[in-house]
């Protein structure tokens, strides 16, 4: 079974400071999706970015950059220019390629941003 | 923008008591989920739904659970008899397709909470 690892329950940054959150996983399969999600207070679930593991580009969605380490199995976000809008708990996730496509979640990083 | 909707926001309820959690996907997905988040606790896994079947369940899925698409439209989650540990942020996702390009992207409803006393 796959599983998702966030070693940081919360980080802190000051606005217009570049944070980066880790996240590791496992797995046997050499084809599957990565996903960061952010939880603010609303709990609402909302896509940041994701990577499919067969582009060794890393995918970039504006302030957003992940860095996407296959064969170390890391998956990181980066944000730049950090906003108070961005404070919020950031979920790593992991999918299959396959046809069990459910989502596995990391713990969470509770991102602070300083004013 | 089309979005999935789920109804009631919050639902309280005894222990003991059946629950109907109610999801209204995106009208051309093809793919259900039911996740759920205990406060403060990773988001998990529940069941997964395509074309009028359970595809794939987690553990956390037995007997007291059920989901159904009763209209087409609906995708419903339901607790038979609900335990205190129930209590939880109950989310429903849906996505279009398994191709590559759909990116399996899964959009997520709102949450229902759940407080079971």
């Known amino acids: 079974a796959q599983t998702v690892t966030q070693s940081q329950p919360e980080m802190s940054v000051q606005e217009a400071e570049t944070v980066t959150l880790s996240c590791t996983y496992d797995?046997?399969?050499?084809?599957?999706?990565l996903f960061w999600y952010k939880q603010p207070p609303s709990r609402q679930m909302i896509l940041v970015i994701r990577?499919?593991?067969?582009?060794?580009q890393n995918a970039t969605e504006n302030r957003f950059s992940v860095n996407f380490q296959k064969a170390a199995k890391s998956f990181s976000l980066k944000i730049s220019d950090s906003q108070l809008g961005d404070a919020a708990m950031y979920f790593c996730?992991?999918?299959?390629?396959?046809?069990?496509?459910?989502?596995?979640f990391g713990s969470g990083t509770q991102l602070t941003v300083l004013p | 923008e089309p979005e999935v909707t789920q109804t009631p926001s919050h639902q309280v309820t005894q222990m003991g008591q059946e629950v109907i959690l109610r999801c209204v996907p995106i009208?051309?997905?093809?793919?259900f989920y039911w996740y759920r988040q205990i406060l403060g606790q990773k988001v998990e896994f529940l069941v997964s739904?395509?074309?009028?079947?359970?595809?794939?369940k987690s553990e956390i899925f037995d007997d007291q659970f059920s989901v159904e698409r009763p209209d087409g439209s609906n995708f419903t989650l339901k607790i038979r008899s609900t335990k205190l540990e129930d209590s939880a942020m109950y989310f429903c996702?849906?996505?279009?397709?398994?191709?590559?390009?759909?990116?399996?992207?899964?959009?997520f409803g709102p949450g229902t909470r759940l407080t079971v006393l």
């Open positions: 009208s051309n997905h093809l793919y």
């Open positions: 739904f395509y074309n009028n079947e359970i595809s794939e």
């Open positions: 797995t046997s399969e050499s084809d599957y999706y």
């Open positions: 990577q499919e593991a067969y582009k060794q």
């Open positions: 996702a849906s996505s279009n397709s398994p191709s590559r390009l759909a990116h399996n992207e899964q959009f």
């Open positions: 996730a992991y999918s299959s390629s396959g046809s069990a496509r459910q989502l596995t």
